[in-house]
């Protein structure tokens, strides 16, 4: 029986499981874990059939143990019984010493004739009388039985119940050991302890099988996660970059249009800067003129003073 290779686990049983990439199978604290209870609920039905394997084949061995003490009480009936047969004969020993009866003698041997007959009536028996025995057994009994040989036959009718006892315990014996003898030939026609290893040992392998492929599509289950994450990201970066590209593009158009614009109000500038230039000599000018005229105010003023001197 190979219980003791039973895989109850999957991968090394002496590491711990590390949760490097967040896996839901792994224990943590106190949440559910698949794993765990997979490997957990396949090593509970393993051990179950197994142990009512086990319960089973102890209940057979518990039935067979009784069968062997009932057969040993029938021997110690038997053997009660046989006794008192043995002393109830040993009283008609006694008896035929009394009467001084010799053991060849044709009353002896009608009394034993008497006795045959007799135990061809006790149950079980295999005894048989010929057609010679039953005339002779007539004959004795229409002549009359002896006071020796009833007084015999009485003791012997005394081991009657002891008889049946024992043929009844002998009964019993039998059929205790035929059951036994049928358990132990169907005992090897099935082999119930090796099959419930083996249905074990399957029902651990299946289920190192389902977690594997638990594993497996948890894996793939992050992975297709982590690409949808990975697009999701790219696309949220591509969209950014093409953001950012329509600013500077923006930005870029908006320079031109700046600098058009500054070269406009430098033109302008320059425009005004000219016209400003010339109003400020005619202004000049005009203010020159001023200063004349009012030099020429001030000589006509002056003349004006000698002529009154």
Do not use: W
């Not at 021997?75 to 035929?96: T, V």
């Not at 003898?181 to 190192?208: C, F, T, V, W, Y």
């Not at 894996?219 to 591509?238: H, L, T």
């Not at 058009?260 to 430098?266: A, D, G």
């Amino acid at each position: 029986m190979r219980i003791q290779n039973t895989k109850f686990f999957v991968g090394d049983q002496n590491k711990k499981p590390m949760n490097k990439t967040g896996s839901k199978f792994v224990k943590q604290s106190n949440a559910f874990d698949p794993v765990t209870a997979k490997k957990d609920s396949a090593k509970k039905r393993a051990l179950k059939i197994v142990g009512d394997a086990f319960s089973n084949e102890r209940k057979i061995d518990n039935d067979i143990n009784s069968r062997r003490e009932k057969i040993g009480e029938l021997l110690n009936k038997i053997g009660d019984a046989r006794k008192s047969i043995g002393a109830l004969e040993k009283s008609r020993a006694e008896l035929r010493g009394f009467y001084g009866v010799a053991e060849d003698s044709d009353e002896e041997q009608d009394l034993k004739l008497l006795e045959k007959e007799f135990r061809k009536n006790m149950p079980g028996s295999k005894v048989q009388l010929t057609a010679e025995e039953n005339a002779r057994l007539a004959e004795i009994k229409e002549n009359g039985l002896s006071e020796y040989q009833q007084r015999s036959m009485e003791l012997l009718e005394f081991e009657s119940p002891f008889l049946e006892e024992a043929y009844e315990a002998e009964k019993g014996i039998y059929d205790e050991e035929r059951v036994i003898n049928g358990i132990k030939l169907e005992r090897l026609k099935h082999h119930p302890i090796l099959d419930a290893a083996k249905q074990a040992d399957e029902i651990m392998d299946e289920a190192s099988k389902e977690i594997v492929k638990m594993i497996v599509d948890e894996a793939k289950e992050n992975i297709d996660k982590k690409v949808e994450e990975e697009k999701e990201k790219a696309k949220a970066e591509k969209e950014k970059k093409e953001e950012i590209e329509e600013k500077m593009k923006s930005a870029k158009e908006k320079r031109k249009a700046n600098a058009r614009l500054t070269e406009e109000l430098i033109e302008n500038a320059a425009e005004v800067t000219s016209i400003a230039t010339d109003v400020r000599e005619a202004q000049q000018e005009v203010k020159e003129m001023l200063n004349k005229m009012k030099l020429i105010e001030d000589d006509i003023k002056g003349s004006a003073v000698d002529e009154n001197l």
